[in-house]
């Protein structure tokens, strides 16, 4: 395995770019009582540079996602009061047509019809996928099968309870050896970042453990803000497995300048948000 140390730079913006050609970014996430975990993983995509972010949730969702993410546009999916049915799962390959990244996990629930969703999008998307929390977690017990049908690029964003479910174990074994757990976990035919304390990014062949981040980043929302800032890099252009390096890397130093300005008890989502692009702009 290959150890990888250096961080990859962002892809420089033209100047002649417009929001077309900056990246378009669909995020898939939220439920009733979920809608924050979608906001912030659209306006984290638009932090990490996207020039363009399509926030699809459930029609029960919508109006506040709406509200929580005014720079980003949005889609309603069917639902059944609170989570998609499984008919969106066509909508979703529809809006999915337009955008170079699809972002998928946060908030959508485990009901049944989010299952049936995910497994039908997989098998049938053209474009990257990032997938993270609820997309993660109804893939349990079937996580190898499922993902065999995708003919795409996949990053898995487990934290460890979500990648022991993944692969069949317990969370304390996954953190009594991380890195072997993340070289697992990419040969489900991803780039597997594992979460946490030194967050693991492996790819079968190359691994990269990070360094920067702080306990004041345990917040909930956190874990929301990499997986849109992963996919804004996705669709700028990057190679999947530099993406979620540079991801990694800039989530944790966000964190850190956040923790510098307020301290590290109290942190939350959107103070690392808010230094998102700063972090990027130190690179």
């Not at 995020?27 to 906001?39: D, E, L, N």
């Not at 909508?91 to 299952?115: C, F, N, S, W, Y």
Request: aromatic share 2%; proline share 6%; hydrophobic share 50%.
């Amino acid at each position: 395995m290959n150890r990888v140390t250096e961080i990859p730079k962002p892809p420089p913006r033209p100047a002649d770019a417009h929001k077309g050609t900056a990246g378009l970014v669909l995020v898939v996430a939220g439920s009733r009582g979920m809608a924050g975990a979608a906001a912030l993983t659209g306006n984290a995509a638009l932090r990490g540079g996207a020039g363009l972010v399509r926030i699809a949730t459930p029609d029960a969702a919508l109006d506040t996602v709406a509200a929580l993410a005014p720079c980003c546009t949005t889609a309603p999916l069917p639902d059944d009061g609170a989570c998609v049915k499984p008919r969106a799962a066509g909508r979703i390959l529809e809006l999915a047509d337009e955008q170079h990244v699809l972002a998928m996990g946060p908030g959508l629930g485990q009901t049944l019809g989010v299952k049936s969703v995910v497994r039908a999008v997989l098998a049938a998307l053209k474009i990257p996928v990032v997938l993270d929390a609820d997309a993660l977690n109804v893939l349990a017990g079937s996580a190898e099968e499922s993902l065999a049908k995708a003919r795409v690029p996949l990053l898995l964003t487990p934290h460890p309870g979500e990648a022991a479910r993944l692969l069949g174990t317990s969370a304390k074994d996954i953190q009594a050896d991380r890195e072997a757990a993340a070289a697992k976990l990419a040969r489900l035919g991803a780039v597997a970042v594992l979460k946490g304390a030194g967050t693991v990014v492996c790819d079968g062949r190359r691994l990269y453990v990070n360094e920067t981040g702080n306990p004041g980043m345990a917040t909930a929302g956190s874990g929301d803000v990499l997986t849109g800032l992963m996919a804004a890099l996705v669709a700028a252009g990057m190679e999947p497995f530099d993406a979620a390096v540079l991801a990694v890397w800039a989530h944790g130093r966000a964190g850190d300048l956040a923790a510098e300005r307020l301290g590290d008890l109290g942190l939350t989502a959107l103070d690392v948000l808010r230094c998102v692009p700063e972090a990027l702009r130190l690179q």
